[in-house]
């Protein structure tokens, strides 16, 4: 029952980190690229109060999903930590490291920016800057797996001296 | 050149599902409160004109994300084989695909027609939900294929000649 439990956290943890991924990254890209053109033929005043308000509504999925993207990263580290530890990973360790710095360094930007009642001096170059770092800490993430996939993919095929007859499963047989 | 095609085509899929995603949710939820302020001839035109953009950016992640995900299921498909119980994986594969497939299409249909069709707010809202349970299948799968990662130091990691390597963990062990 213990196993089942942590299978669903680890599960549900990386579900979790995922989906506010997108919520954020994709929320932000929109108000970004898509939010400003869409807006560009109203009154100034009209301009001020759309932006504002979505604004107001997005702040409340940016600090949301800052937390759980927080606590599901944790988890996953939790569990993955054995793994990039071990010698054969160890070399995917510093993109993961890089992946949780730049990751953190991009949400507190996002909650600053979303923070206050009125949007920063400079908050578009701020947006920017943002979104690269977000979009930098996913590309950590896929170098993280990349590389892990690729020392599993490396590890000598010859099995130990010592080790069971291979089975149905075992790894470079044709099941088909 | 391949590692590299690798990580690119794992990287724009992710890329292509946050834009698809997030906009989705975004136009879908967080828009029409923003718009609330506006006068009822500007709320439809901003939504127009969002909507509008918003297709460029669905077409774009559609065709990036059927490019990158037939790549990443030629290149991951062997791999799909070491996860026990056999098939498991290929089941979350298919899953994960046949789903990708239906959100795709409902996409391209919602947004068709120059004009919001009648009742998109609901089919929108149907289409975040199934994408949300299409990256629970993605995790799944990423979970059940990591477990099966997590077994190889235990079993090539350089023990003594007289313990023998446990066999490869099963997500349901």
């Known amino acids: 029952m213990d196993d089942a439990l942590r299978h669903i956290l680890y599960v549900t943890a990386r579900w979790l980190h995922v989906v506010c991924t997108t919520l954020v990254v994709g929320g932000t890209l929109f108000f970004e690229f898509v939010v400003p053109v869409a807006i560009e033929d109203l009154k100034k005043e ?27 990263g944790a988890v996953t580290l939790q569990r993955m930590w054995d793994v990039y530890d071990s010698e054969r990973f160890r070399a995917s360790m510093p993109y993961a490291l890089a992946h949780v710095g730049i990751g953190i360094v991009a949400l507190g930007l996002a909650l600053l920016l ?53 089975g149905p499963n075992t790894r470079g047989q044709n099941d088909d | 050149m391949e ?71 030629l290149r991951y498909w062997p791999d799909y084989k070491l996860v026990t119980p056999k098939g498991l994986a290929h089941g979350l594969f298919g899953g994960h695909a046949l789903l990708g497939l239906i959100v795709i299409a409902v996409s391209l249909w919602l947004l068709a027609p120059a004009q919001p069709r009648a009742g998109h707010k609901k089919w929108m809202a149907v289409n975040v939900g199934l994408m949300f349970a299409l990256i ?22 350089d023990t003594p000649s007289d313990v023998r390597p446990p066999a490869p963990v099963s997500p349901g062990q």
């Open chain 2, 3 to 73: 590692p590299i095609l690798v990580v690119a085509s794992r990287y724009l899929h992710v890329i292509a599902a946050v834009c698809a995603v997030g906009g989705a949710v975004f136009i879908r939820f967080v828009l029409p409160a923003g718009l609330a302020q506006a006068d009822a001839g500007s709320r439809d035109a901003v939504f127009l004109r969002c909507r509008k953009v918003f297709k460029i950016i669905v077409h774009a992640s559609i065709t990036f994300l059927l490019l990158t995900g037939v790549y990443n299921t």
């Open chain 1, 114 to 166: 979303t923070a206050r009642g009125r949007p920063p001096e400079h908050a578009l170059l701020w947006l920017r800057i943002t979104l690269v770092l977000l979009l930098l800490t996913i590309l950590a993430a896929t170098l993280t797996r990349h590389i892990r996939l690729t020392a599993r993919e490396r590890a000598p095929d010859a099995q130990p001296a010592q080790a069971p007859p291979p």
């Open chain 2, 136 to 157: 629970l299948l993605a995790s799944t799968l990423n979970f059940v294929r990591t477990s099966a990662i997590k077994a190889w130091p235990r079993l090539h990691s």
């Open chain 1, 46 to 72: 009209q301009q001020m109060a759309v932006f504002g308000k979505a604004r107001w509504v997005f702040r409340r999925v940016v600090w949301v999903c800052a937390v759980l993207l927080l606590l599901s």
